[in-house]
């Protein structure tokens, strides 16, 4: 960051953003830069916003700073204003604004403006929308309550420094702001926008001595640091989840996790981690660091349950994108292990028990270790199960189930897999899409019994009535198969494809009951499915 970078953009391309300027902000851009609040404000001079960013100084402003007493203070804003684009919108201009800006003030701010100091900010943002900038920069905690909701209605949005950073972001990678439906059920996960303090604010760790406004004071830093931060938003509206990341090295660093304290909070922390692993291993990253120190109790223990260590206070997982032997994954955990200075992994042997292998990949995921006792069925699943449990062809999820990474599949009694298992997905039938393998999911229990009795402990999991589990097989007990961390393949391989893979082996042409398969075409499969070589 440096201060002398020119603020005006004349020359150069159109900028993204056009800001005019409180005074409060001249004050702290200026040489002495020792305000309250002054770093955030420096902000707006980061080498990476040059081109980006045109700070603006409408005449009013400008008029402000001229009625202060000679002296360092007026020199020092003056110094600022110069590097900026002036503006001096019509009066008329201005006047109409005005005028539309007064209609809108809630009731409860009424009768405003109530001062000097009102008439000043009236003014300023008066002449902010009449030069038709994007957004008005200010920290005045008066002005913003007032007058952001009115300045809207103008096409101008009312902004600290921090979230003028954030709404730059948002015009740079537009796509990420677009809400996205989380995992076909009515929740959101979107990049968190500016303005939205108060929407955030109960995620504040205040039973471990984290007070709201240093939460948010947080939360402003780390928009400054340019860390991505995203929500998990309820179908009403409300954030039930906010985590920030940061790419540093090969490491995703979450600098922030917070779940709100509701009914699916575990279950949200779980699918988050699940989010987090995903988006490490779509970077190419080999582990995440969570460095949150007022995470609930809830959020630490699924930490524990997925593989984390709690090392020097910070929470490291490693997420090693490796199918292959025992010998391949000791390997690229023992490289990780090395570059955070962590001990290294004790020796892994193709010998082990597969419940040791099973852990193992659920600690690493999404890591295969393939040489060893764990074994791998190949599953029929109809379209229409495969469609309501893993959102293939067809999303049809119910709410509670989309947030799960667990499911539960009913099947017949006899010839199923035991746990701990690897299980791959064969979607059968023709319609609406043409049968094949469609993912890979983590064999976690297999339970055998009546309809009504499995019914009961798992609808929680589970898309089927009791009647639909009653008609699954012809004798009075059904196995079910609990499954977890399920990988849906970017390539499913089509039967023609599979007939291929499989070569002499006929019986997985068509595996309307589960079939073991050996490690090695496993591999050649799961590795078919995320366009992977060997």
């Known amino acids: 960051m440096t201060t002398g970078t020119r603020i005006s953009s004349h020359g150069r391309i159109p900028p993204l953003l056009r800001a005019a300027l409180d005074n409060n902000i001249i004050r702290d851009l200026g040489?002495?830069?020792?305000?309250?609040?002054?770093?955030?404000?420096?902000?707006?001079?980061?080498?990476?916003?040059?081109?980006?960013?045109?700070?603006?100084?409408?005449?009013?402003?400008?008029?402000?700073?001229?009625?202060?007493?000679?002296?360092?203070?007026?020199?020092?804003?003056?110094?600022?204003m110069s590097r900026c684009t002036p503006a001096a919108p019509a009066s008329q201009a201005v006047k109409a604004a005005r005028t539309l800006l007064l209609d809108r003030v809630d009731a409860e701010h009424r009768p405003y403006p109530a001062g000097r100091r009102d008439e000043y900010d009236l003014r300023h943002v008066a002449s902010a929308a009449a030069a038709k900038v994007g957004v008005f920069v200010t920290h005045d905690a008066r002005l913003i309550s007032v007058l952001r909701?009115?300045?809207?209605?103008?096409?101008?949005?009312?902004?600290?420094?921090?979230?003028?950073?954030?709404?730059?972001?948002?015009?740079?990678?537009?796509?990420?702001?677009q809400p996205v439906a989380l995992l076909g059920t009515g929740y959101q996960l979107k990049a968190l926008g500016s303005e939205q303090d108060q929407a955030v604010e109960h995620l504040a760790a205040t039973v471990s001595g984290e007070s709201r406004k240093d939460f948010l004071r947080h939360i402003h830093a780390l928009a400054v640091a340019r860390t991505q931060r995203c929500a998990v938003i309820t179908p009403d509206g409300?954030?039930?989840?906010?985590?920030?990341?940061?790419?540093?090295?090969?490491?995703?660093?979450?600098?922030?996790?917070?779940?709100?304290?509701?009914?699916?909070?575990?279950?949200?922390?779980?699918?988050?981690?699940?989010?987090?692993?995903?988006q490490c291993r779509a970077n190419k990253l080999a582990a995440i660091v969570v460095d949150d120190p007022h995470m609930s109790p809830g959020t630490q223990r699924a930490l524990l349950d997925d593989g984390f260590q709690q090392i020097n206070g910070r929470w490291i997982a490693f997420v090693i994108d490796t199918c292959g032997t025992a010998a391949d994954v000791e390997r690229d955990v023992s490289a990780v292990a090395r570059h955070l200075d962590l001990?290294?992994?004790?020796?892994?042997?193709?010998?082990?028990?597969?419940?040791?292998?099973?852990?193992?990949?659920?600690?690493?995921?999404?890591?295969?270790?393939?040489?060893?006792?764990?074994?791998?069925?190949?599953?029929?699943?109809?379209?229409?199960?495969?469609?309501?449990?893993?959102?293939?062809?067809?999303?049809?999820?119910?709410?509670?189930?989309?947030?799960?990474?667990?499911?539960?599949?009913?099947?017949?009694?006899?010839?199923?897999?035991?746990?701990?298992?690897?299980?791959?997905?064969?979607?059968?039938?023709?319609?609406?899409?043409?049968?094949?393998?469609?993912?890979?999911?983590?064999?976690?229990?297999?339970?055998?019994?009546?309809?009504?009795?499995?019914?009961?402990?798992?609808?929680?999991?589970?898309?089927?009535?009791?009647?639909?589990?009653?008609?699954?097989?012809?004798?009075?007990?059904?196995?079910?198969?609990?499954?977890?961390?399920?990988?849906?393949?970017?390539?499913?391989?089509?039967?023609?494809?599979?007939?291929?893979?499989?070569?002499?082996?006929?019986?997985?042409?068509?595996?309307?009951?589960?079939?073991?398969?050996?490690?090695?075409?496993?591999?050649?499969?799961?590795?078919?499915?995320?366009?992977?070589?060997?």
């Not at 830069?33 to 955030?40: I, K, L, N, T, V």
């Not at 393939?370 to 069925?377: H, M, R, V």
């Not at 198969?481 to 002499?504: A, C, D, M």
């Open 238 to 278: 409300d954030v039930a989840a906010l985590y920030v990341t940061d790419q540093r090295g090969f490491a995703l660093t979450v600098s922030l996790l917070r779940v709100a304290n509701q009914p699916l909070a575990d279950t949200m922390a779980r699918q988050l981690l699940l989010i987090l692993r995903n």
């Open 343 to 534: 001990p290294e992994p004790s020796p892994l042997r193709s010998t082990m028990p597969a419940a040791v292998v099973a852990q193992l990949e659920r600690n690493w995921w999404p890591a295969k270790i393939i040489d060893t006792a764990l074994p791998t069925y190949v599953v029929s699943i109809q379209q229409r199960w495969s469609n309501q449990l893993f959102g293939v062809p067809t999303p049809l999820w119910r709410e509670d189930l989309g947030l799960s990474r667990e499911h539960v599949y009913y099947r017949a009694a006899t010839g199923g897999p035991a746990a701990p298992a690897r299980i791959l997905w064969y979607m059968s039938g023709n319609t609406p899409a043409a049968p094949g393998i469609i993912g890979c999911s983590q064999l976690e229990l297999d339970v055998i019994g009546t309809p009504a009795d499995l019914h009961d402990r798992f609808q929680h999991l589970g898309v089927w009535e009791l009647s639909q589990i009653q008609g699954t097989g012809g004798s009075q007990r059904r196995q079910a198969l609990r499954v977890t961390n399920t990988e849906i393949f970017p390539h499913p391989i089509p039967l023609p494809r599979l007939k291929t893979l499989s070569g002499s082996r006929t019986g997985l042409l068509y595996p309307l009951s589960p079939r073991k398969i050996e490690p090695e075409l496993f591999a050649q499969l799961y590795r078919e499915g995320f366009d992977q070589h060997a």
């Open 149 to 177: 909701k009115p300045a809207r209605a103008l096409g101008l949005r009312i902004l600290e420094p921090a979230d003028v950073v954030v709404h730059l972001d948002e015009l740079t990678r537009a796509e990420a702001y």
């Open 31 to 80: 040489p002495a830069q020792s305000r309250p609040g002054a770093s955030e404000s420096l902000a707006l001079l980061a080498d990476h916003l040059t081109d980006q960013l045109e700070l603006v100084v409408t005449a009013s402003v400008r008029r402000e700073i001229s009625d202060l007493d000679p002296g360092a203070t007026r020199d020092a804003c003056e110094e600022v």
